[in-house]
């Protein structure tokens, strides 16, 4: 089986502000199979997917899309207010660029977000959802601890250390223990510094959270299969909202990874394309 990905990323004209993004499409795609989109979390793009994306399309026969967020690698950032709505019309743009109807969506954490806007609002268009170290915000929302706010306005501002606080929230803390522990540290810190992040869109994407409430919209995902995925050591969004969101959306699933952190698909990556 051969696989071919586009030579450069693409620009989807069609969104406002236009965004760059990508396909991975197999040579034998399984027949029937809907594209998968995949939607990252905040300040996060294509780069932060790392080998997922081929590895999802090999494992399911399909094709897989990825974006950059406004304000994220190539796309540029207009300026704000944002809003998760907004940034579900961005993601519904870039299915109009690739020629899509119908996805299946793959949301992690402010991306979970998106993707459960998308089903809401557009439930044609959304064929399934996985929805991984997310939460549906409001008041009965476990949010992440204030220190980490603290360290995302920190990374819109460019302060160093707060993309080192960053990159260590992502991964779990056994992860980081021991030499080996700093080298993947250090690796993850040289390719993430390499990304392009306008701190416009870092606040617009960091406003856009704090302001989401999919609470009492949830119960209308009954007909759209979900999965709700979390690592049981994500210090960022507690997995307390994964079991919220499965409880309040009709027949979901939930999977918890066991040792995994925020960043729960680079533990285990095999077996969690397999899964997905």
Known sequence: MRFLRPPARRLCSSASPPLTWERIASKDPKPGALPLLLVPGFACGIAEWTVLPRRL????????????????????????????????????AVMDSAGVDRAAVLGISMGGMVAQEMAITAPARVSGLVLGCTMHGGKEAHPPPASFFETCSGLADGEPAATDAFLRAMLPPSALEGPAGERLLAQFHASFVQQR????????????????????????LGDCPTLVVTGSDDVVVPPANAASIAEKVPGAELLTWPDAGHFWWQHRTVEVCERI
């Open 57 to 92: 399309a090999r494992t399911s026969r399909r094709d897989v899309i990825a974006f950059d967020h406004r304000g994220i690698g190539g796309s540029p950032a207009p300026a704000g207010p944002y809003s998760i709505p907004m940034l579900a019309r961005d993601a519904l």
């Open 197 to 220: 992040r306008d701190a416009e869109g870092l606040r617009g994407q960091l406003a856009a959270m704090m302001r989401f409430n999919s609470t009492k919209r949830l119960g209308s």
